[in-house]
């Protein structure tokens, strides 16, 4: 577990900043070599429709999509801060998980309403707002509709009004709906809230049909940033391995434990400890940038959103051995059929592995089951939400896992028994914590 003893906390504090200001400086002079306008790529971004596909580091620059995920992650860094919110496995994938889809759908601008409208739901429902955090800023998927409302080709005077107000609202029924939904798929898809903007996303976008609102598809994909991006992806995912390794007592005892956990609503952070879950979320970069090589696909801003989910949710879930079962079912698909290109592979591949829980719990078989199905679904329900929701595969995991699982228990009874098992468990588990929490108060 986690040494933070003595002067250690100083010492890994003072590698992380350093590690860090040497990659903020070697791409500020990437940035800078470029000669790009970053602040004018910045209000591009912010003023842009951003429904699926609308890569930033296209519409703004790489310089631009950079700030623009920075903001993102402060913003909610400053906020995880000042509400005094415990970090844990959770708060890490939601925060990676907004950074990289600043990259593509979220800026700083069209995020804000939703956050709003979280705010109002805790004044409403008399709790605090620390308490709605994770959904509200999951529900971020939903930010398309705030941009694509105020920044359409034919705005009016009360588009911006109509976007605002779309967005509060999404801020302000998404916890409820989140909490209902899981329910579905009994957290066998970490992406809850994709599947939950999936649903919300379908129900808008009917409205907005109705009275004549149609989304334009758009594909926009940038290809020239490839080999800087890998580098600086690298670059971060090499920081994490040595502040875990660090952290964790400079050795990577433990890690072997954490890769067998079935990721089945698991806080590597509180199971595990930082150090460990730094080395995984490392390395399962590694592996996210790896996939789209193998199909021969470039990084763009999409594929960013994707690699840096699977990191984020390496706190939650995810390790290599309940997520290479989900890749290679997507691949299979893929291979075996005529109707997908390599983009969407990769990118559906990533993002499928959601579905990790189904792998980790009833078996590597039923994993690469998962991994098929999920490109056959994802490719048929993004015309429900008309591409507004980000999070395309978190709805699709979701059918997926929620379609499933009956069948799996019927005619798996090993699984279902090792399904028990670990509901038993952890229900030991949370028990033995409750006891210490009523102790220590």
Known sequence: MDNFK??????????????????????????????ENV????????????????????????????????????FNLFLIRILNIKVN???????????????????????????????LYSKYEGIMFRDVFVPVSFASALAPFISEIAFRTNTFEFSY???????????????????????????????NLGFTAGILGAVFNSILKTYGFEVASRRILSTEFDLALKIICSSIFILFIINGFFINNCSFKGYKKLCSDNGLEADFVEKY??????????????????????LGETLNGPMLAGVFTVVGFSAHGKTYLNTLPILLGVLFAGV????????????????????????????VFWGF????????????????????????????????????LPIVR????????????????????????????????
Not at 7 to 26: N, P, W
Not at 44 to 53: D, F, V
Not at 59 to 70: D, H, K, R, W
Not at 379 to 392: A, E, K, P, Q
Request: proline share 2%; with cysteine; net charge positive.
């Open 336 to 363: 075996t059929s005529d109707s997908f290109d390599y983009f969407t592979l990769a990118l559906s591949g990533l993002f499928g592995t959601s579905l990790a829980p189904i792998t980790g719990v009833f078996g």
């Open 410 to 441: 019927t005619v798996n009874s090993q699984a279902a028994k090792r399904e028990m098992q670990f509901l038993k468990k952890r229900k030991e588990i949370m028990s033995i914590i409750e006891k210490r929490k009523v102790k220590d108060e």
């Open 89 to 119: 496995g959770l708060i890490l994938a939601s925060m990676f998980t907004t950074f990289g889809f600043s990259f593509f759908g979220k800026n700083i601008l069209n995020i804000l309403p939703i956050y709003i409208g979280g705010i």
């Open 161 to 191: 009004l109509n976007a605002i107000s779309l967005g509060i609202i999404i801020g302000f029924i998404i916890t409820p709906l989140a909490a209902k939904m899981k329910t579905f798929h009994e957290g066998y898809n970490l992406y």
């Open 6 to 35: 003595g002067e250690r906390e100083v010492r890994i504090y003072e590698l992380a900043i350093t590690l860090f200001a040497i990659t903020v400086f070697t791409f500020g002079c990437y940035v800078f070599h470029l000669k």
């Open 39 to 74: 602040f004018e790529g910045l209000i591009k971004i912010i003023s842009s429709p951003a429904a699926l596909i609308t890569d930033f580091l296209v519409v703004g620059g790489i310089g631009a999509g950079f700030l623009n995920s920075t903001l993102i992650f402060f």
């Open 369 to 404: 089951v998962a991994g098929w199905l999920h490109l056959a679904v994802v490719n048929s329900i993004g015309v429900l939400h008309g591409g507004m929701n980000l999070y395309n595969n978190g709805f699709s995991a979701g059918i997926v896992a929620g379609f499933m």
């Open 273 to 294: 400890g930082f150090g460990l879950t730094f080395i995984n979320m490392g390395v399962m970069g590694f592996i996210a940038i790896a996939f789209p090589m193998l």
